[in-house]
């Protein structure tokens, strides 16, 4: 099966790359010789550049920030990564991500790194801040309903 990069995969593509099915959100890429370490395997630095990219596609895709003037300020709290298995050059890898709780103006994401198996998962608190950085926003109802209904997010 040929992988399309950087755009979010159907469900099906999703589970023929052995990703299970509570993760929502996915998008294909490749690693890069400039993903790489002085050990030939990806750089740890590398993987924060990859847990970006998808955070940006689930915000715009769930709605909650389109980048644009006026959008709330989405702040990366705190992340933590775990490594499970190195990566190397030219593998075919696809980023995940998924909310697992939230509260009233910041929530839980997780993101999952997989080729062929778990090969990184990470965990971040984001929290919403107002367009002009004055102080914190509550999350919109749509945005909690969502993460519910998609994510299976619990209210925390």
Same mark, same amino acid.
């Given at each position: 099966?040929?992988?399309?990069?950087?755009?979010?995969?159907?469900?099906?593509?999703?589970?023929?790359?052995?990703?299970?099915?509570?993760?929502?959100?996915?998008? %294909?890429?490749?690693?890069?010789?400039?993903?790489?370490?002085?050990?030939?395997?990806?750089?740890?630095?590398?993987?924060?550049?990859?847990?970006?990219?998808?955070?940006?596609?689930?915000?715009?895709?769930?709605?909650?920030?389109?980048?644009?003037?006026?959008?709330?300020?989405?702040?990366?709290?705190?992340?933590?990564?775990?490594?499970?298995?190195?990566?190397?050059?030219?593998?075919?890898?696809?980023?995940? %991500?998924?909310?697992?709780?939230?509260?009233?103006?910041?929530?839980?994401?997780?993101?999952?790194?997989?080729?062929?198996?778990?090969?990184?998962? %990470?965990?971040?608190?984001?929290?919403?801040?107002?367009?002009?950085?004055?102080?914190?926003?509550?999350?919109?109802?749509?945005?909690?309903?969502?993460?519910?209904?998609?994510?299976?997010?619990?209210?925390?």
């Amino acid at each position: 099966m040929t992988l399309i990069y950087h755009t979010p995969l159907p469900r099906e593509v999703l589970r023929a790359q052995n990703v299970p099915d509570d993760w929502p959100i996915g998008i %294909a890429d490749r690693v890069h010789f400039g993903d790489l370490d002085a050990l030939q395997h990806v750089n740890n630095a590398a993987y924060l550049k990859w847990l970006e990219n998808i955070r940006i596609h689930y915000f715009k895709d769930w709605g909650i920030c389109h980048y644009q003037d006026g959008d709330p300020r989405m702040v990366l709290k705190a992340l933590s990564i775990e490594y499970h298995k190195e990566m190397s050059l030219n593998e075919d890898y696809v980023l995940t %991500a998924r909310t697992v709780s939230f509260r009233n103006t910041s929530f839980t994401h997780e993101y999952g790194v997989f080729c062929g198996d778990l090969r990184v998962s %990470a965990r971040a608190v984001i929290v919403m801040m107002q367009p002009d950085g004055s102080g914190k926003m509550a999350l919109p109802e749509d945005v909690k309903q969502r993460f519910v209904e998609i994510d299976r997010a619990d209210a925390g």
